[in-house]
């Protein structure tokens, strides 16, 4: 099984339209496009496609993340962070056009994001990171871009990846967890396919 990105290389930064917050003053919001992906070569017996983005890079700590003044170091503990979960694409959609399932920031999140007819799209970490923001706290479901702390040492990588299932539907709600989602997924999966890009808004890592 094969996935692709007409909109970045594999291994290599990710386009600014793409993330969800762009370099500024320090930062500033973004277009927050979802990329181009398509994926082929899926073994027989396929019946629903998973879509995951995952980054594994976010500070464990938030006491330094965006203060003026300090740094995120590179060797503090990190966790995953999700920004997209989609199950239940049917087997005759492998590819997602650039900008077709998100096209921009939505304060307070997307409730009902675009996606292939039959699918159905979990929440994103967006949801907890702006539980106290009064401006944009809401539940985010859907496809919100990269935006990692503009004074973290380290590059952030995205893993896209899509898993092929031998069930058509894994009975998830609307705003699933990605926990609730590996738990579904456990035994159903037959080919799995990964793109990475990588994301910073810290200068030193910007050339």
Partial sequence: MQLRSDSFENGQPIPA???FG????????????????????????????????????????????????RSVPADLRRVEFVHWL?????PEYTELAAGACSDGVTAHGKHEPFGPPRS??????????????????????????????WNDERVHHYHFRVSALDV?????????????LREAMEGHVLASAEWVGT????????G
């Avoid at 990329?35 to 082929?40: E, G, N, R, S």
């Avoid at 539980?131 to 919100?144: H, S």
């Avoid at 994301?199 to 910007?206: D, I």
């Fill in 22 to 69: 762009r370099p500024g003053d320090p930062m500033a919001l973004s277009d927050n496009r979802n990329p181009h992906l398509a994926w082929k070569d899926a073994p027989a017996g396929t019946r629903s496609f998973v879509l995951t983005v995952i980054d594994p890079d976010v500070p464990s700590r938030r006491d330094d993340v965006n203060q003026p003044g």
């Fill in 120 to 149: 159905v799209q979990g929440m994103n970490d967006f949801t907890g990171f702006f539980a106290g923001d009064a401006d944009m706290v809401g539940e985010y479901l859907g496809y919100d871009g990269p935006c990692p702390p």
């Fill in 168 to 180: 058509a539907t894994l009975g998830l709600a609307p705003g699933f967890t990605l926990t609730q």
């Fill in 199 to 206: 994301y910073s808004l810290n200068p030193a890592h910007r």
């Fill in 17 to 19: 339209e793409f993330a």
């Fill in 86 to 90: 989609m199950a239940d694409i049917p």
